[in-house]
């Protein structure tokens, strides 16, 4: 059982990024998925997740309207959009896959499987 993350990188104030989140050893579209991130000397912060229908989503305050969560069961990868980057965004981005009841409440992070992350740097 696998989350793989992949397509941080360098980018400029303003541009866009996807990240993408293989999973493999399990089936994605019975699992809820979430992306969070951890900045430099800041503890770790929920960004988006979303329930495994799709039909429940949450967004952090700071990406709504600029990050889009999203799924493809068929190639059982989930992605992170993230637009009009900011230099505030840098971080490692960790993604997972837990139960649906993680959308019970905001704050939830108990997530079962976690991937290993992937930097993000915004430059100004």
């Known amino acids: 059982v696998q989350l793989q993350a992949s397509g941080g990188g360098l980018v400029q104030a303003g541009g866009s990024l996807r990240l993408s989140c293989a999973a493999s050893?399990?089936?994605?579209?019975?699992?809820?998925i979430g992306w969070f991130r951890q900045a430099p000397g800041k503890e770790r912060e929920g960004v988006s997740k979303a329930n495994s229908s799709g039909g429940k989503t949450y967004y952090a305050d700071s990406v709504k309207g600029r990050f889009t969560v999203s799924r493809d069961n068929a190639k059982n990868t989930f992605y992170l959009q993230m637009n009009s980057l900011k230099p505030e965004d840098t971080a490692v981005y960790f993604c997972?896959?837990?139960?649906?009841?993680?959308?019970?409440?905001?704050?939830?992070?108990?997530?079962?499987?976690w991937g290993q992350g992937t930097l993000v740097t915004v430059s100004s």
């Open positions: 997972a896959a837990g139960g649906d009841l993680v959308l019970t409440d905001p704050n939830r992070d108990d997530f079962t499987y």
């Open positions: 050893g399990f089936g994605l579209e019975y699992y809820a």
